[in-house]
């Protein structure tokens, strides 16, 4: 068994996502430019603030932990990875943050032999935060900049209820792949969310499934994953295995996949 470092816990992350978070929050209310990646995905300044801050924090509690981060990889810069590491987006759902949606968050999760064992997801303009950890899944209301609370919530997630299944989708990147995959199932409703914020459904029992089909990378789903996991879902491939990270040999993006609640 791994040992990590002591610092290294669920709170510890929730503590570095609210900071943060409170940068973007900062953004969003006043405006900040957006540009185009290599990839043509949106990028802006809270982007680039979020992760430098989260890059610092996440030194000074683990030194010499690798931490893959979006526009760190961007911009070419990936360290060696070993069998713990960190995975970062400081701002998924950008273009969810550019029309003022709301929901967006703050991704930070770390991957133990290829699983991602605790994580954060905390989205700034709804001031919610998710997290995981060796003690289970839990939640609270936290507005950004403000200290952790004492008070928080479990979360679980939920076996699928006898009339139907409650489906989320993203509110950016439906597909006819996924209306296809879904004719398999009773569906009682469809639901959409930006971001992360459908795995955290899905972790608190508010949406049974969630299939994605179109590219994802590591660090778009590895915190949404371990807040799954710890609530009792899972996060699959289309032929059954357990979405895994680590891929060097793809880039770091990720295969078609489906999040489901407890089963």
């Known amino acids: 068994m791994i040992e990590l470092p002591a610092g290294l816990n669920g709170e510890a992350l929730a503590r570095i996502a609210i900071e943060a978070g409170a940068v973007i929050d900062r953004f969003y209310r006043d405006g ?6 290599a990839d043509q995905s949106p990028v802006t300044e809270a982007d680039r603030a979020a992760e430098a801050i989260i890059l610092a924090r996440l030194h000074e509690i683990a030194p010499g932990l690798p931490v893959i981060a979006e ?35 703050v991704n930070i999760a770390i991957i133990v032999d290829g699983a991602p064992v605790m994580g954060v997801v905390y989205a700034p303009a709804l001031s919610r935060l998710w997290a995981a950890d060796a003690a ?19 979360v679980a997630a939920r076996r699928p209820p006898s009339d139907g299944l409650t489906v989320i989708a993203s509110r950016s990147h439906g597909t006819s792949k996924a209306d296809e ?30 299939p994605r089909f179109g590219r994802t990378m590591e660090w778009d789903t590895a915190a949404g994953h371990a807040i799954v996991r710890a609530a009792g879902g899972c996060v699959q491939t289309l032929d059954g295995e ?6 060097v040999d793809r880039g770091f993006d990720n295969p078609d996949f489906v999040v489901r609640g407890a089963t």
């Not at 900040?32 to 990646?37: E, F, G, L, M, P």
């Not at 990875?81 to 995975?87: D, K, M, T």
């Not at 987006?89 to 967006?104: C, I, N, Q, Y």
């Not at 199932?185 to 049974?208: N, W, Y």
Request: proline share 5%.
């Open 242 to 247: 357990h979405l895994s990270y680590g891929k």
């Open 136 to 154: 289970g899944a839990w939640a609270c209301d936290v507005p950004p900049g403000d200290d952790l609370p004492d008070t928080r919530t479990g």
């Open 32 to 37: 900040c430019a957006v540009t185009q990646k």
């Open 181 to 210: 995959y879904l004719k398999q199932f009773r569906v009682a409703e469809k639901i959409s969310a930006g971001s992360s914020l459908k795995f955290c459904r899905v972790a608190e029992g508010s949406a049974d499934l969630y």
């Open 71 to 105: 526009e760190e990889a961007a911009a070419g810069r990936i360290p060696e990875i070993g069998r713990v590491f960190a995975l970062v987006d400081p701002l998924d759902g950008t273009k969810e943050f550019v029309a003022r949606s709301g929901e967006f968050t």
